[in-house]
C-alpha cells in the first residue's frame, strides 16, 4: 500500500513537473503590439544648456517564466526602413517567489530590461513615421520577436521628439 501511494504520489509530482515545464517555462504569448507584450517607457534626452533634443532612450521590461535573458539585439523599423542598434544595458532579475505576488503570477516569472539609446538620424525618421516595429530577442530563441507600435504609442513616440 505504501508503494503504490509514493508511486501515485512520483507520478503526480512528475506529471505537474512536465506541464510546468512544458507550458510556464516557454513564452507563447502573442500580442497585436509592443505595449500590449511588455511594458515600454520611450523617453527623449534634452541638452540642459540649450533644452536641445540631442537623443532618446527605450526601456523595455519585461516579464516572462523562461529564464533566459534578453540578448544584446535591437532593430527598429520605420516606414520599412531597418536600424539595428545595441542595447546599451540589458539585466535580468529571477523571480522572487514572494507570497505577496502569486496571485498576480509576477513572483514567479523574470524580469527582463532592455535599455536602448537611439542616435539621431533614427529620431527624425520616427518623427515622420507612419509605421514603427520593433524587433529583439531572447537567448533561447531561434528568431527575435518582431512587434508593432500601436497608433497611440506612435503618437506618444512623436510628441516627445517636436524639433525633429
Known sequence: MKKSMLFIFFLVASLAAYAYHSTLAYDQRSAANLSAYCNIDFRSVLEPQT???????????????????????????VDGQSYTLTAVSISARPPSYSPDGLA???????????????????LAAIAQAQTVSVSFKYADSASPIELPLSAVDLQYWKKQLPAF
Open 104 to 122: 498576480s503570477g509576477k513572483s514567479l516569472q523574470h524580469t527582463n530590461t532592455l535599455f536602448v539609446a537611439f542616435p539621431r538620424p533614427v
Open 51 to 77: 533644452n536641445q533634443i540631442t537623443g532618446a532612450t527605450l526601456s523595455i521590461v519585461d516579464f516572462r517564466y523562461a529564464a533566459p535573458p534578453l540578448e544584446s539585439f535591437f532593430r527598429i523599423t
